[in-house]
């Protein structure tokens, strides 16, 4: 059984069982790329290695997929998943019709009729693929919860094909199947038609018409015993569906309906018309009784291989809750409405109310029904044998034929019987077939490479040979394959699917998980355990880990910070610097990180570098400093405006050697590089410095006057 959470095909998502059959098990799902609900119907484990069952249920698939009918329920995809095969069909949420015949132990004739017309017009659908169904059945017959009845499970189905098989896995459920189905002969559309108005049967008398205590009486009872009317249980139903349903079942295919469209129009006239005579039952064959005898080689065949009803391929939609489904949840009557086969006929219009229209007589004109002729016909043939049996004893006990006598070879003959051939059956199939050859079993296990787990290897006596009564017969009973050990073979390095096809080559069952990986690519085993050479044995399960490709990260915005500040912020998350380049920006200063060309955001692999542009500021014009020395004043300013510079502060000083108002001195040396619109300084001459003469002594004659002309204030 499957968990749920785990996905089939990286797709589908197991979200809980919903039913069992016997070959598969069948889940709800959500199809994830879809986003909708499925069923998922997966292969059991027993059958996984078996090519047989395997080949069979594909074929199922293939068969199914091509009918899209909303009447039958769609298959969507077909599927193999670390060594399960898998189905995926509509999901249906309802109850079976099986299990609503039980809720309401019989249905009304309006509501079998509305039922079985939607559930025929499913099987024409079918047939008109050449597709036979080969298991019709209510279990088969799904109810939705908005009315909509679905035909299901074509699990023995085989598109354009009949078999002469007696196969349990195509037998069907016994209680349904048509004559010609458990005769093993040729079986056509018309067989499906026999289970349908047994299915019809069940519908009305809320049981089947053949019951026993085993399957193989059942089998028996459907090839040579006549069907009784359901009128003898329910008086009151329409005579038009009593000959619906009695014509469906017939012995001889050739009397039923020849197809599901002449069944579908009698539907729908027994809707118009309940107590109309237009069924048309065909007389009998000339050269062919009604009720079918069996030959006594194929009695004995029967009795010796019989039925197992766990056998029965049934992978439909077996509820495992069905207390969850009220009756009040669907209504057949309710979703049927009349108007849905509004219907002129010659016998009358129908309004809805069979009560008015039904009469106690099953024939308007009075006739005897058929079905009621043919049983007094049996009783009174069985009636003149009895007493003709009766007759003959009396006389031949008169005539002393029956008096005791030695009959010892009579009696040990009578205490012989023929060993039947069990190899092949389940412990319980061989068993009741022994018990009713008046034989005992004696059983033993050993392990079969050929068998199932639980069937018969071998028996002794052998199969035909004759025994003594109550001798026990011993068989082996196979407890599956033996347990081999196999080595896991290395994996690593292969791509998911070949290495899954290699692990389950090796008869192992692979299980996976993901991991990220900076060496491994993505979709590549990265190592299995256990580990390759590892010795386990077959069926183990092995998990493969398998590569996602380098974990990847998100690239961090780092424009606007500063070249340290970017390299630390890449580091953080996961990621290097690469290639830093410097560039001129009158946006940014200089040192600021001005671009990245990994966008931010971008998911990319760890480890990856990142390559960014650093500014240098906005970009300066440089200018050559011209020569300003010898030149006057003006021509100094003037030589640096030509040049793209600027007269900075200018100075004067004496200069011997400088004719007076040219330029001694210039701060940036001419030839030097500088920005442009920068500043220069220069000297300009103020030629050579003046002397002042010196002043001679006068000496001083004592009335205050002196040489010095400075002093002399005479005259003035």
């Known amino acids: ?60 698939a293939q068969a199914a ?20 095969y898998y189905m995926v069909m509509e999901l249906v949420e309802g109850i079976t019709l099986k299990d609503y015949i039980e809720k309401k132990g ?25 597709i036979i169904h080969r298991d019709i059945k209510p279990q088969n017959i799904i109810i939705s919860k908005e009315g909509k009845v679905k035909v299901t499970d074509f699990g023995i189905a085989r598109a354009t094909t009949s078999t002469k098989t007696i196969s349990s896995s195509v037998m069907g459920s016994v209680h349904y199947t048509s004559p010609e189905q458990a005769r093993g ?20 008398t809320g049981h089947v018409p053949f019951d026993g205590d085993s399957t193989v009486s059942v089998a028996i009872k459907h090839l040579q015993e006549e069907i009784v009317s359901p009128a003898v249980e329910v008086p009151d139903i329409p005579y038009s569906l009593e000959q619906i349903i009695m014509k469906c079942t017939q012995k001889n295919p050739d009397r039923r309906y020849q197809n599901c469209q002449e069944l579908i129009l009698d539907l729908k006239r027994s809707l118009v018309s309940p107590e109309g005579n237009f069924v048309n039952l065909s007389p009998f064959a000339s050269n062919m009784d009604e009720t079918v005898i069996m030959p006594t080689e194929e009695m004995e065949r029967f009795q010796d291989r019989g039925y197992d009803d766990e056998d029965d391929y049934d992978d439909g939609y077996d509820y495992d809750d069905d207390d969850d489904y009220e009756d009040d949840d669907y209504d057949a009557e309710d979703d049927y409405a009349d108007d849905d086969y509004d219907y002129d006929d010659d016998d009358g219009d129908y309004d809805g ?39 003959i004893f009396m006389v031949g006990k008169a005539a002393g034929m029956f008096k005791k006598g030695p009959a010892t070879t009579q009696t040990q003959t009578e205490s012989e019987v023929k060993v039947p051939d069990v190899v092949g059956l389940s412990k319980d199939e061989a068993q009741e077939i022994l018990s009713q050859k008046k034989l005992g079993i004696k059983v033993s296990q050993a392990p079969s490479d050929t068998y199932a787990k639980g069937l018969v290897i071998s028996q002794d006596p052998g199969a035909d040979t004759k025994v003594k009564k109550n001798t026990e017969i011993k068989v082996v009973i196979s407890s599956g394959k033996a347990v081999k050990e196999t080595t896991v073979p290395d994996v690593v390095g292969m791509s998911e699917d070949k290495a899954q096809q290699t692990l389950e080559d090796e008869s192992l069952v692979v299980d996976y998980k993901s991991e990220y990986s900076d060496t491994v690519e993505e979709g590549k085993v990265i190592s299995t355990n256990p580990g390759a050479g590892a010795s386990v044995k077959e069926g183990s399960k092995v998990t493969m880990v398998v590569s996602q490709g380098a974990e990847k990260v998100s690239v961090p915005s780092i424009v606007g910070i500063s070249r340290g500040d970017a390299d630390a912020a890449l580091a953080g998350a996961g990621l290097k610097s690469g290639n830093v380049t410097e560039e001129y920006s009158d946006e940014y200063e200089a040192g600021i990180v001005m671009s990245q060309k990994t966008s ?55 200069s011997g050697s400088v004719m007076k108002g040219y330029v001694i001195y210039q701060s940036a040396s001419a030839g030097s590089e500088m920005e442009k619109d920068s500043y220069v300084d220069f000297v300009v001459s103020l030629g050579p410095a003046e002397v002042t003469p010196p002043t001679p002594d006068v000496p001083d004659d004592g009335n205050g006057s002196s040489d010095d002309p400075g002093n002399n204030t005479e005259g003035q």
């Open 1 to 60: 059984m499957l968990k749920e959470g785990v996905f089939l095909g990286k797709r589908y998502e197991i979200l809980g069982r919903v039913g069992s059959g016997g070959m598969a098990d069948v889940y709800k799902g959500k199809d994830h790329k879809l986003n909708r609900y499925v069923a998922i119907k997966v292969l059991k484990s027993d059958y996984r290695t078996d090519e047989v069952f395997i080949q069979k249920f594909l074929s199922e």
């Open 65 to 84: 997929a091509g009918l899209m009918h909303p009447n039958v329920v769609n298959v969507y995809d077909v599927g193999q998943d670390r060594g399960l």
């Open 106 to 130: 019989k249905l009304s004739a309006k509501e079998t009729i509305s039922i079985s017309i939607q559930m025929v017009t499913g099987i024409q659908a079918a047939h008109n693929q050449h």
């Open 185 to 204: 002969s040729v079986v056509d559309e018309k067989s499906d038609i026999y289970s349908a108005g047994i299915t019809m049967y069940e519908m009305v």
């Open 353 to 391: 109310d069979y009560d008015d229209e039904y009469t106690s007589d099953r024939r308007k004109n009075g006739e005897v029904d058929p079905n009621t002729k043919k049983i007094m016909k049996i009783l009174m043939i069985v009636a003149a044998v009895i007493i003709a049996f009766v007759v």
């Open 600 to 654: 931010e955001g971008k998911k990319v692999k760890k480890g990856t570098a990142v390559d960014y542009v650093v500014s240098k500021g906005p970009e300066i014009e440089m200018v050559t400093v011209p020569s300003l020395t010898g030149h006057t004043e003006a021509e100094a300013n003037q030589r640096l405006t030509d040049a793209g510079l600027q007269a900075g502060r200018v100075t004067y000083e004496n």
